[in-house]
């Protein structure tokens, strides 16, 4: 069965180091996704893109954070200088298409602690 | 503003209880309506949409969802210790880049 996969499965790094979250989309899939869930909260949608644009973007994604499709297979999410509050689990998920009925599947996340 | 409410339980049956999940949500915009499954250290898992008021239902998971009062429901016949997981309720905006916005998640635990 096809799933999303994501490396690392933890990544520790200093406040104010740079971050690249990886994640290989469901290989006929258009649509990607990365959200996240700071531990013990809600999980929160932080971004979605297709076609090589930025779709929607909550008030999370700021200007520190970037998404990018660098290749057919790779979806990144890059976090410019790194803070304790962003220390969270991060999930990519993907869909083939933006229909209602069109699941969104999640990769098994990365956890990112920031010290 | 845009809210989805769950009880974070944790919530212990035992096995074969029929368990009742619930969720209240605020924007009356909503249409969509999911509930996801989240193992420990994995992602959410999708069990069933729906999008109108009513039930649907698929094997031992009945989804119920009530627009009037805002309130959306799952249900688990025959629980079984593989049930034992976090359930997420999650609604699906279509004119928001195909945003998700979860609830907090209710901790359900299924005693052999």
């Known amino acids: 069965e096809p799933e999303v996969t994501q490396t690392p499965s933890h990544q520790v790094t200093q406040m104010g180091q740079e971050v690249i979250l990886r994640c290989v989309p469901i290989?006929?899939?258009?649509?990607f996704y990365w959200y996240r869930q700071i531990l013990g909260q809600k999980v929160e949608f932080l971004v979605s893109?297709?076609?090589?644009?930025?779709?929607?973007k909550s008030e999370i994604f700021d200007d520190q954070f970037s998404v990018e499709r660098p290749d057919g297979s790779n979806f990144t999410l890059k976090i410019r200088s790194t803070k304790l509050e962003d220390s969270a689990m991060y999930f990519c998920?993907?869909?083939?298409?933006?229909?209602?009925?069109?699941?969104?599947?999640f990769g098994p996340g990365t956890r990112l602690t920031v010290l | 503003q845009k809210e989805v409410e769950q009880d974070p339980g944790p919530l212990s049956v035992p096995e074969g209880a029929i368990v009742s999940l619930n969720c209240t949500y605020s924007?009356?915009?909503?249409?969509?309506f999911m509930w996801y499954r989240q193992y420990s250290r994995k992602g959410p898992e999708l069990l069933m949409y729906?999008?109108?008021?009513g039930n649907k239902e698929d094997g031992r998971f009945t989804a119920q969802v009530d627009k009037s009062s805002k309130y959306i429901s799952l249900f688990i016949r025959d629980s079984q210790p593989s049930d034992s997981a976090t359930y997420l309720c999650?609604?699906?905006?279509?004119?928001?880049?195909?945003?998700?916005?979860f609830g907090g998640g209710t901790r359900l635990m299924v005693k052999p």
């Open positions: 998920a993907s869909s083939g298409s933006t229909s209602s009925t069109d699941t969104q599947y």
């Open positions: 290989s006929n899939h258009l649509y």
């Open positions: 893109f297709y076609n090589n644009e930025i779709s929607e």
């Open positions: 924007n009356s915009a909503f249409q969509y």
């Open positions: 729906t999008y109108s008021s």
């Open positions: 999650a609604i699906l905006e279509l004119n928001a880049g195909n945003m998700l916005t």
